[in-house]
């Protein structure tokens, strides 16, 4: 009933910068709280940025600064941008948006397939 789809991507140098883009699609009534997690190989996934519904943004601490996290309620998409990129940023990008579905009573947790980010040092 509901697609999380990323893009955007790809192989990048130390230094340089990414959009990643997620667009949900599907029976949406409303979408709440929207994310960005990350997982690298051998690691847990991890939270790198969110934000509510009325723009309240919060970020994990390597990444304040250099990353951005931001949203279209009208589109229903979440974008990340990633300036600075680093080594350890390498990973895999998930997106993850809290979707309340015609016809349902309660949202529930949707993620996407996923997009890698490799940094290259």
């Known amino acids: 009933q509901v697609q999380l789809v990323e893009s955007g991507g790809g192989l990048v140098q130390a230094g340089g910068s990414l959009r990643l883009s997620c667009a949900a699609s599907?029976?949406?009534?409303?979408?709440?709280?929207m994310g960005w997690f990350r997982q690298a190989p051998g690691k847990q996934r991890e939270l790198v940025a969110a934000i509510s519904r009325d723009g309240s943004r919060n970020y994990k601490d390597s990444v304040k600064g250099r990353f951005t996290i931001s949203r279209d309620n009208v589109k229903n998409m979440v974008y990340l941008q990633m300036n600075s990129l680093k080594s350890e940023d390498t990973a895999v990008y998930y997106c993850?948006?809290?979707?309340?579905?015609?016809?349902?009573?309660?949202?529930?947790?949707?993620w996407g397939q996923g997009t890698q980010v490799t940094v290259s040092s």
């Open positions: 993850n948006a809290f979707i309340l579905v015609l016809g349902t009573y309660a949202a529930n947790d949707y």
């Open positions: 599907g029976s949406i009534l409303k979408i709440n709280d």
